[in-house]
Protein backbone atom coordinates (compact mmCIF):
# COMPACT_ATOMS: atom_id res chain seq x y z
CA UNK A 1 0.00 0.00 0.00
CA UNK A 2 2.72 2.22 0.72
CA UNK A 3 4.57 1.60 -2.34
CA UNK A 4 0.98 2.72 -4.39
CA UNK A 5 0.94 6.30 -2.31
CA UNK A 6 4.38 6.84 -3.74
CA UNK A 7 3.43 6.03 -6.88
CA UNK A 8 0.77 8.76 -6.75
CA UNK A 9 2.11 11.04 -4.99
CA UNK A 10 5.58 11.22 -7.72
CA UNK A 11 2.49 11.42 -10.28
CA UNK A 12 1.65 14.14 -8.91
CA UNK A 13 4.22 15.83 -8.27
CA UNK A 14 5.36 15.59 -12.18
CA UNK A 15 1.35 17.01 -12.77
CA UNK A 16 2.09 19.60 -10.32
CA UNK A 17 5.53 20.55 -12.28
CA UNK A 18 4.35 19.96 -15.77
CA UNK A 19 1.63 22.62 -14.99
CA UNK A 20 3.40 25.30 -13.31
CA UNK A 21 6.17 24.66 -16.69
CA UNK A 22 2.75 24.88 -19.31
CA UNK A 23 1.53 27.90 -17.55
CA UNK A 24 5.01 29.87 -17.67
CA UNK A 25 5.82 28.55 -21.16
CA UNK A 26 2.45 30.09 -22.31
CA UNK A 27 2.93 34.11 -20.42
CA UNK A 28 6.19 33.85 -22.24
CA UNK A 29 4.60 32.98 -25.33
CA UNK A 30 1.90 35.52 -25.11
CA UNK A 31 4.73 38.34 -23.59
CA UNK A 32 6.74 37.81 -26.91
CA UNK A 33 3.99 37.33 -29.45
CA UNK A 34 2.36 40.65 -27.76
CA UNK A 35 5.60 42.81 -27.32
CA UNK A 36 5.88 45.77 -29.32
CA UNK A 37 8.71 46.22 -31.81
CA UNK A 38 9.16 50.05 -32.62
CA UNK A 39 10.89 51.44 -35.78
CA UNK A 40 11.46 55.60 -36.09
CA UNK A 41 10.83 55.07 -40.22
CA UNK A 42 10.59 58.90 -40.94
CA UNK A 43 11.77 61.78 -38.31
CA UNK A 44 11.99 65.88 -39.53
CA UNK A 45 11.98 69.46 -37.24
CA UNK A 46 9.88 72.26 -37.88
CA UNK A 47 10.82 74.44 -40.90
CA UNK A 48 12.78 77.52 -39.49
CA UNK A 49 10.04 79.78 -41.78
CA UNK A 50 7.66 78.39 -39.13
CA UNK A 51 6.47 79.85 -35.87
CA UNK A 52 4.15 78.97 -33.45
CA UNK A 53 3.04 80.66 -30.36
CA UNK A 54 4.39 78.88 -27.87
CA UNK A 55 8.04 79.66 -28.91
CA UNK A 56 9.23 75.53 -29.28
CA UNK A 57 10.93 74.04 -32.31
CA UNK A 58 8.34 71.25 -33.20
CA UNK A 59 9.18 67.50 -34.52
CA UNK A 60 7.55 64.96 -36.27
CA UNK A 61 8.31 61.22 -36.49
CA UNK A 62 6.57 58.29 -37.80
CA UNK A 63 7.09 54.82 -35.68
CA UNK A 64 6.42 51.50 -36.99
CA UNK A 65 5.02 49.41 -34.44
CA UNK A 66 5.21 45.19 -35.08
CA UNK A 67 3.96 42.31 -33.03
CA UNK A 68 3.74 38.73 -33.90
CA UNK A 69 -0.21 38.96 -32.84
CA UNK A 70 -1.78 42.29 -34.50
CA UNK A 71 0.59 42.47 -37.24
CA UNK A 72 2.08 46.20 -38.28
CA UNK A 73 0.51 49.46 -37.45
CA UNK A 74 1.83 53.10 -36.92
CA UNK A 75 1.48 56.20 -34.79
CA UNK A 76 2.59 59.60 -35.94
CA UNK A 77 3.97 62.02 -32.80
CA UNK A 78 4.27 65.62 -33.55
CA UNK A 79 5.78 67.74 -30.04
CA UNK A 80 8.40 69.83 -28.62
CA UNK A 81 10.33 67.40 -27.32
CA UNK A 82 13.17 66.23 -29.82
CA UNK A 83 13.52 62.18 -28.21
CA UNK A 84 9.62 62.28 -30.03
CA UNK A 85 8.70 60.13 -26.17
CA UNK A 86 6.42 62.75 -25.74
CA UNK A 87 4.02 65.11 -28.01
CA UNK A 88 0.66 64.62 -29.89
CA UNK A 89 -0.16 61.25 -31.17
CA UNK A 90 -2.32 59.35 -33.81
CA UNK A 91 -2.89 56.24 -34.04
CA UNK A 92 -2.81 54.74 -38.42
CA UNK A 93 -3.41 51.44 -38.88
CA UNK A 94 -3.44 50.87 -42.32
CA UNK A 95 -5.15 47.81 -43.90
CA UNK A 96 -3.82 47.29 -47.03
CA UNK A 97 -0.19 45.64 -47.96
CA UNK A 98 2.78 47.19 -49.24
CA UNK A 99 5.12 50.00 -48.13
CA UNK A 100 3.53 53.05 -45.88
CA UNK A 101 5.89 56.40 -45.51
CA UNK A 102 5.84 59.79 -45.08
CA UNK A 103 6.14 61.64 -48.65
CA UNK A 104 5.33 65.03 -48.08
CA UNK A 105 4.65 67.32 -44.72
CA UNK A 106 4.12 70.93 -45.12
CA UNK A 107 4.30 72.61 -41.85
CA UNK A 108 1.46 76.37 -41.39
CA UNK A 109 0.37 78.33 -38.88
CA UNK A 110 -2.21 76.19 -38.89
CA UNK A 111 -0.92 72.90 -38.33
CA UNK A 112 1.17 70.36 -40.40
CA UNK A 113 -0.37 67.95 -43.58
CA UNK A 114 1.25 64.95 -43.74
CA UNK A 115 1.00 63.11 -47.37
CA UNK A 116 1.57 59.44 -47.61
CA UNK A 117 2.96 57.56 -50.50
CA UNK A 118 -0.28 55.52 -50.23
CA UNK A 119 -1.97 58.73 -51.31
CA UNK A 120 -4.00 59.32 -48.04
CA UNK A 121 -3.49 62.84 -46.03
CA UNK A 122 -3.51 63.55 -42.42
CA UNK A 123 -3.64 67.02 -40.95
CA UNK A 124 -2.61 67.86 -37.32
CA UNK A 125 -3.97 71.38 -36.01
CA UNK A 126 -1.04 73.22 -34.71
CA UNK A 127 -3.34 73.31 -31.31
CA UNK A 128 -2.99 69.75 -30.77
CA UNK A 129 0.93 69.79 -30.23
CA UNK A 130 1.93 73.36 -29.19
CA UNK A 131 1.91 74.42 -25.79
CA UNK A 132 3.84 71.48 -24.53
CA UNK A 133 1.58 68.67 -25.57
Not at 97 to 103: H, I, P, S
Not at 120 to 133: K, N
Request: charged content about 15%.
Amino acid sequence: MAAAGARWGRRLGLLALGAVAGIALTASLFAVATWPRSTLVHREDQPSTVRYQDGYEHHLGLYRERTLLHGTSYHLVIGSDPSLSYGHMVDITPTFGGTFAVRTSEWTAAGVRVRFTTGHELFVPASAFIGGR
